[in-house]
């Protein structure tokens, strides 16, 4: 069946470190992929999202470039701030768009 | 305008107890979801409802029952409360053929 690995937390950075938080997936066609973030106490929120093949979502910084050959999708920043601090969760949705799978997610604290 | 609000935010409550949870979306979607969030953030979904019916009914205790209304609600109501269900409950829409879900603020859960 479908599903969404991510790596594991958690990752302390720096402020203005690079950030990479690896996701691979397995699924049957063609899914969309998306990066969710849950700031403290937060429900999730929509960070970025790609619906085919070599599309890159972006926002407020974070990039993630859909692989297909590497069936991957993995979240970068060039320069993280402290309120980047949050779980970040790499999730896919299936051709029927009715089902959701989520990784384990990866907490992210950046210290000044 | 909240789109997928829940109520309540908190809830303690002892030990075979039965309680509900309402979960109302305001952006016509079709499809809603019930998700568990555990102490160390892993999300895993319990149920998923599209127009009214139940799609995805994941391994949960039967003390869990979801109940949809309309299309815009879809409610969790669990029996003999035990301190294993103590976590934070989601509840997301979206709409199918399109692809992102929208979540809810959470209902963190403890049971006492």
């Known amino acids: 069946g479908d599903s969404v690995t991510q790596m594991e937390g958690p990752v302390t950075l720096s402020e203005e470190a690079f950030l990479t938080i690896n996701c691979t997936y397995t699924a049957t066609g063609y899914p969309s992929l998306f990066w969710y973030v849950q700031y403290p106490g937060e429900g999730l929120q929509l960070l970025l999202k790609a619906t085919k093949a070599d599309d890159k979502g972006s926002n407020k910084g974070f990039e993630a470039t859909y692989r297909k050959e590497t069936t991957s999708f993995h979240l970068e920043k060039g320069s993280v701030q402290v309120s980047d601090s949050a779980v970040y969760f790499c999730a896919l949705s299936s051709n029927t768009g009715n089902q959701f799978y989520f990784g384990t997610g990866t907490s992210l604290t950046v210290i000044p | 305008d909240t789109a997928v609000s829940q109520t309540p935010k908190y809830l303690v409550t002892q030990m075979g107890n039965d309680k509900s949870i309402k979960c109302e979306q305001n952006l016509g979607h079709d499809t809603m979801y019930w998700y568990k969030q555990d102490s160390k953030k892993f999300l895993k979904i319990m149920f998923s409802?599209?127009?009214?019916?139940?799609?995805i009914n994941e391994t949960v205790p039967n003390r869990f029952s979801p109940k949809s209304p309309d299309k815009a609600h879809l409610n969790l109501h669990i029996n003999s409360l035990e301190l294993g269900d103590s976590a934070v409950y989601f509840c997301?829409?979206?709409?199918?053929?399109?692809?992102?879900?929208?979540f809810g603020q959470g209902t963190r859960l403890t049971v006492v």
């Open positions: 409802y599209n127009n009214k019916e139940l799609i």
């Open positions: 997301a829409s979206s709409q199918a053929g399109r692809i992102e879900a929208f």
